[in-house]
């Protein structure tokens, strides 16, 4: 009999969510997952995000109704959110009830920068999976957890492997340096030390807020704007030559910033060279100088670009070493099988050869 998950979490091709997921039905799981985005769509406009907001607290019990309903009819051994920052104390303690184990892969830096909900919640799941080493300590500060266990980001290989690249693909993607991710201040301030360095950059920065939140007048010319999501951004971290990874800095509630992001398997996983902001969690996943290159300051990173632009062989062999370390040891299925493992080793159950993941055995 397999194992029966619900899973929360945005199913759009490319998000973090919808590879686990898969990496789960990979793994032998029955998986019923119900998207977030379906009850809060992403709106950019002023008056739709106003609108949004007035009808905010409907939504978010009629996404907790569904929550229940699902679980009424598809009868789950377990909940895992991804984040899951929409989900009621009472919908975890009325699944719990049911004899649900509850979980929660928790992505993001600070766990006190999405609202109060969240907060109140984290506290109900009978484990939170964190992403950030420093994660739990921070938490555990302001409330206590059943349990808790670090389990990284990875990569998910559905999207991110070699693809196939047209002649469109090389000239719209095709530059020395590229930076593929949401704005902050950490990275506009970098990167406009950086540009002062080097005036004539070959530089292009996707993603979301630049347009919006860019104050730099040295960083506007290179801003495109919009995301680039799934085959998109798996073609463009081909196309562009050298892949920045910058950190995004501390966030509210936060005790430091993030020393790893999901580019950290990503942009390995797709065969391409990565230039990653230093720090000592990514040290312990790949070797510098050998599977990554690693900068930690604006004169450095400058002096590793024009090393690096002048030295193409010795870039292909890095980023090719890379992928050797990354494929497949940081797939999000192993990672999700450190989640079943969890879960094996902690909620009761009989265990059956029929029932654990191959992978598990």
Not at 50 to 67: G, K, P, V, W
Not at 103 to 115: I, K, V
Not at 242 to 252: F, R
Request: proline share 4%; hydrophobic share 40%.
């Amino acid at each position: 009999m397999k194992l029966k998950i619900l899973f929360l979490g945005e199913n759009w091709f490319g998000s973090c969510a919808r590879a686990c997921a898969y990496a789960l039905r990979r793994l032998d799981c029955e998986v019923r997952d119900i998207d977030g985005q379906t009850f809060f769509p992403q709106v950019r406009r002023l008056g739709s995000r106003m609108a949004l907001r007035l009808l905010e607290r409907r939504l978010i019990r009629e996404f907790n109704d569904i929550i229940l309903d699902v679980a009424s009819t598809f009868r789950p051994d377990l909940l895992l959110a991804f984040k899951g920052p929409q989900v009621e104390v009472g919908i975890l303690q009325s699944l719990r009830e049911q004899k649900i184990a509850l979980y929660n892969y928790y992505p993001d830096t600070s766990a006190f920068a999405h609202g109060a909900l969240l907060e109140r919640s984290l506290p109900e799941y009978d484990c939170v999976f964190y992403t950030k080493r420093f994660w739990d300590r921070d938490v555990q500060s302001r409330i206590r957890l059943r349990a808790s266990m670090f389990v990284p980001h990875g990569y998910d290989p559905e999207v991110h492997y070699s693809w196939p690249l047209s002649e469109r693909d090389t000239r719209q993607y095709g530059h020395d340096v590229g930076v593929i991710g949401t704005h902050t201040p950490h990275k506009e301030d970098l990167l406009t030390e950086l540009l002062t360095m080097m005036p004539n950059a070959d530089l292009r920065i996707w993603g979301n807020l630049w347009a919006e939140r860019c104050r730099s007048p040295l960083l506007k010319r290179y801003i495109v704007g919009s995301p680039l999501l799934g085959s998109d951004y798996a073609k463009a971290l081909q196309a562009i030559r050298i892949n920045l990874a910058i950190m995004s800095g501390v966030a509210s509630g936060a005790s430091q910033g993030d020393e790893t992001t999901t580019r950290t398997f990503e942009i390995p996983a797709c065969g391409t060279f990565m230039l990653h902001e230093r720090s000592h969690e990514v040290l312990d996943l790949y070797e510098e100088g050998k599977e990554i290159a690693c900068f930690g300051s604006a004169a450095e990173l400058s002096e590793n670009i024009v090393y690096y632009l002048g030295h193409t062989d010795e870039r292909e062999v890095i980023a090719g070493a890379g992928r050797r370390r990354c494929v497949p040891a940081y797939a999000y299925d192993n990672r999700m099988a450190e989640i079943l493992k969890w879960h094996y080793d902690h909620c009761g159950q009989e265990e059956t050869p029929e029932r654990l993941p191959a992978i598990l055995r």
